[in-house]
């Protein structure tokens, strides 16, 4: 069973901005502690760039923290991404992620590619 539903991804410039979404399924949303945002570059292990926890504190890693914010709405149980001033070292696959009290989730990967 698919939990965690993720299109886009998608080509950018550099300097431009991307937006993911990440639609979870009723089925593991109402237990939901943590969502983030992962990605994995080519040559690199997959990395957490950004998380929130239920009660809406975030965090992001430095290479993201200004440029990228993470939402949630959860009357649409969906999950989301903004990517501003993107840059040619963002390139890789975005996973989102969830962690409830049964486990944990991922999506299918996103691919976002910045061209300089």
């Known amino acids: 069973q698919v939990h965690l539903v993720e299109p886009g991804g998608g080509l950018v410039q550099a300097g431009g901005t991307l937006n993911l979404s990440c639609e979870v399924s009723?089925?593991?949303?109402?237990?939901?502690?943590?969502m983030a945002w992962y990605r994995q570059s080519p040559g690199k292990e997959r990395e957490l760039i950004c998380n929130?926890?239920?009660?809406?504190?975030?965090y992001y890693v430095d290479s993201v923290k200004g440029r990228f914010t993470i939402s949630r709405v959860d009357a649409k149980r969906t999950l989301f991404l903004q990517m501003r001033y993107l840059k040619p070292e963002d390139n890789a696959v975005y996973y989102c992620?969830?962690?409830?009290?049964?486990?944990?989730?991922w999506g299918q990967g996103a691919r976002v590619t910045v061209s300089e």
């Open positions: 929130i926890l239920s009660g809406g504190f975030t």
């Open positions: 992620y969830v962690l409830n009290s049964g486990g944990d989730f």
């Open positions: 009723e089925t593991i949303f109402g237990n939901v502690n943590i």
